[in-house]
């Protein structure tokens, strides 16, 4: 049962370019919305998260949107670097409890 | 890694022996998660723990066990080890509820299974 799908399944962005990357949920109940990076060879690091009673959150140059009708949501990197070069998961939970992983996404910002 | 360890960080092992993975905070916090990552299917949640002596299941618990006798260890027991269990091991843990949604994960076990 996937519950949760991630896509592209990689992605090459120039430096300076803007970085998509979007999640589909089928769960309904899922409450906490966050996106984690990993770079090789480490455990993933929470990136940013969001709650369904919002439609976007910022920081920096990372941005969640949230589609709660589409059971969508996206992350947006801005300004790319070559240091966001890294895998990235989004992961939705209900209450904080079990966290379902997406499959993926390797980003891959040229200099 | 915000105080988590995992012991030991490689291993190679036959099948059918047991193995234990053994995952240690410094933090104090009350949930820790046990995680096996595989290509193409991202972080798979094996089982969870709410507190000493409190687990529960996540979606890939076949053929694992685990026990939390302290809160500071978390041990994640493969009872007869098959080749499908080849994978990355990841311990995390949280706090929620204490001012902090995150979950922070350690450095992973890379387990072989021959």
Redesign the interface.
């Not at chain 1, 060879?41 to 929470?46: E, M």
């Not at chain 1, 904080?96 to 993926?104: D, H, L, P, T």
């Not at chain 2, 949604?101 to 992973?108: A, S, W």
């Given at each position: 049962q996937q519950q949760v799908k991630?896509s592209p399944q990689s992605l090459i962005v120039q430096k300076g370019g803007i970085s998509i990357i979007n999640c589909a949920y089928e769960n309904t109940a899922f409450d906490?919305f966050?996106w984690y990076q990993q770079f090789p060879?480490?455990?993933?690091?929470?990136l940013i998260?969001i709650r369904p009673d919002v439609s976007e959150k910022k920081e920096g140059r990372f941005t969640i949107s949230f589609n709660k009708s589409a059971k969508q949501f996206s992350l947006h990197i801005m300004d790319s670097q070559p240091g966001d070069s890294a895998t990235y998961?989004c992961?939705p939970s209900i209450n904080?409890?079990?966290?379902?992983?997406?499959?993926?996404t390797k980003l891959n910002v040229k200099p | 890694?915000a105080g988590i360890t995992q012991s030991p960080r490689h291993k190679v092992t036959e099948t059918g022996t047991p193995v234990t993975l053994r995952c240690h905070q410094t933090e104090n916090h009350r949930y820790m998660?046990w995680?096996r990552q595989d290509p193409?299917?991202?972080?798979?949640?094996i089982h969870?723990s709410y507190g000493v002596k409190d687990t529960d299941k996540?979606?890939v618990s076949d053929g694992y066990s685990v026990s939390r006798s302290k809160t500071e260890d978390f041990l994640l027991t493969l009872e007869s080890a098959t080749s499908s269990q080849t994978s990355v091991y990841?311990c995390?843990i949280?706090d929620?509820g204490q001012g902090t949604?995150?979950?922070?994960?350690?450095?992973?076990t890379r387990l072989t299974v021959t």
């Open positions: 991630q906490y966050p060879g480490k455990g993933p690091a929470l998260a998961f992961a904080f409890n079990k966290f379902y992983f997406g499959s993926g | 890694d998660y995680y193409g299917h991202g972080l798979r949640l969870y996540g979606e990841f995390a949280s929620r949604e995150e979950q922070y994960f350690g450095p992973g």
